[in-house]
């Protein structure tokens, strides 16, 4: 067993009934910890994008705490972080690890309204600067959040 599944938490999660007490348990690791994990070949981007993706779909019709989710780019980025991992490639510090993009900042294709209605429907053409450079180096982009709250 993984030394991140051992522990009260898995113990007191699996006592509870749920389903994969270890995909809720990632979620609360720091990002520190899950790069670590990442690098050490313990968990997985896959895992940890599914882990996430799970959660804000169980969450997010509560809490709306996020404007879009691209589900499908998450997992193909986590992938391809998954690949380098593998393959021994260089990684950055928080490489294999989820982000969120705030909606006020470009990312090409998904929904930018910055929490306004004057940019209501609104969707970038392209990056900025501060999000492309994350795109293309993971950490892993996950869905866009709501950045009027």
């Given at each position: 067993?993984?030394?991140?599944?051992?522990?009260?938490?898995?113990?007191?999660?699996?006592?509870?009934?749920?389903?994969?007490p270890f995909m809720d348990e990632?979620?609360?690791?720091?990002?520190?910890?899950?790069?670590?994990?990442?690098?050490?070949?313990?968990?997985?981007?896959?895992?940890?994008?599914?882990?996430?993706?799970?959660?804000?779909?169980?969450?997010?019709?509560?809490?709306?705490?996020?404007?879009?989710v691209d589900a499908n780019r998450?997992?193909?980025?986590?992938?391809?972080?998954?690949?380098?991992?593998m393959n021994r490639e260089a990684?950055?510090?928080?490489?294999?690890?989820?982000?969120?993009?705030?909606?006020?900042?470009?990312?090409?294709?998904?929904?930018?309204?910055?929490?306004?209605?004057?940019?209501?429907?609104?969707?970038?053409?392209?990056?900025?600067?501060?999000?492309?450079?994350?795109?293309?180096?993971?950490?892993?982009?996950?869905?866009?959040?709501?950045?009027?709250?």
């Amino acid at each position: 067993m993984s030394p991140v599944r051992d522990g009260t938490l898995f113990e007191r999660l699996r006592s509870e009934g749920r389903s994969d007490p270890f995909m809720d348990e990632l979620t609360f690791l720091s990002a520190v910890t899950m790069a670590e994990q990442v690098r050490k070949k313990k968990i997985s981007p896959v895992e940890l994008v599914e882990a996430h993706l799970t959660k804000i779909e169980c969450l997010n019709p509560k809490l709306n705490a996020y404007v879009h989710v691209d589900a499908n780019r998450s997992r193909r980025t986590a992938r391809h972080a998954e690949a380098a991992v593998m393959n021994r490639e260089a990684l950055g510090p928080l490489h294999g690890v989820p982000i969120s993009i705030k909606s006020s900042i470009d990312v090409v294709g998904l929904r930018c309204e910055a929490g306004t209605r004057l940019r209501a429907g609104f969707a970038a053409s392209d990056d900025r600067k501060a999000s492309s450079r994350r795109i293309r180096r993971p950490p892993l982009t996950l869905p866009v959040d709501d950045s009027s709250r």
